[in-house]
């Protein structure tokens, strides 16, 4: 399978391919040079590998949450390309692709935990738990949006616990007992586009594709809606 996926989620702008278990990436940190860096990233990219959007099978992006303004970018070239090439696209949670940067990084063992944590300004923060499985993150409890102070772990998970993402920068607003938890603390992690096509290519296999017009961002904050493209219904 030939994948291509795109994350502008964050700080971090990148595009990757997947080929057939291999990928590639571009990325660079760049809080406002998205819509610059994005499509010459995914030129290289074709260039380098000798390929042609036409010889993609499907599409994925980090949906959110993240930056407004960075998932608008992303969402809109997805479906654009989608669009004109009637192929799938698979939505990939830009917490799920933090929580899989832990994993890897930090070679996480089945069983441990991660709590990733983004920075969701207005004195709150994107909160997400997670447990590896199988070298992947499995969702434990709804992603959702609280203040520092109100951001709590699963009674029931134990093992070891990590904490992943820019929003641990904020630990010193969180309960004292659930930092404690935690073995190890990486808030240099960002979402990049290298684990949302890991993801989605696990995605693809569990039926998570969507036609264009349901490639959607997700804010969390209630109060943000998302326009389609104009004549999308």
Same mark, same amino acid.
């Given at each position: ?29 760049? &809080?406002? $040079? ?18 042609? &959007?036409?010889?993609?099978?499907? !599409? ?5 949450? $993240? ?17 004109? !090439? ?24 089945? $069983? ?54 820019? $929003? ?22 960002? &979402? ?18 969507? &036609? ?22």
């Amino acid at each position: 399978m030939k994948l291509l996926a795109l994350d502008t989620s964050s700080e971090g702008c990148s595009a990757a391919l997947w080929l057939d278990g291999r990928v590639t990436e571009r990325f660079e940190v760049a &809080p406002r $040079g998205h819509t610059r860096l994005l499509m010459p990233m995914v030129r290289e990219l074709f260039a380098e590998q000798g390929l042609s &959007p036409t010889d993609l099978d499907a !599409l994925a992006f980090a949906r959110g949450p $993240g930056s407004f303004t960075g998932l608008r970018i992303a969402t809109g070239v997805v479906q654009g390309l989608a669009w004109g !090439l009637d192929i799938p696209v698979v939505p990939v949670s830009s917490l799920a692709a933090v929580a899989l940067a832990a994993i890897e990084t930090h070679a996480l063992q089945e $069983g441990d935990c991660i709590a990733v944590a983004f920075d969701a300004r207005m004195g709150e923060v994107y909160w997400g738990v997670f447990r590896c499985e199988a070298g992947l993150p499995v969702l434990l409890s709804e992603e959702r949006v609280c203040p520092p102070d109100a951001v709590t772990l699963p009674p029931d998970a134990s093992g070891n616990w990590y904490g992943a993402g820019q $929003g641990w920068t904020l630990k010193e607003q969180m309960p004292g007992e659930l930092v404690e938890r935690l073995s190890a603390i990486d808030d240099t992690l960002l &979402p990049a586009a290298a684990q949302v096509a890991k993801l989605a290519e696990q995605g693809m296999s569990n039926g998570q594709a969507v &036609p264009a017009e349901q490639a959607q961002p997700v804010y969390i904050r209630d109060e943000v809606a998302w326009k389609k493209l104009p004549g999308r219904e």
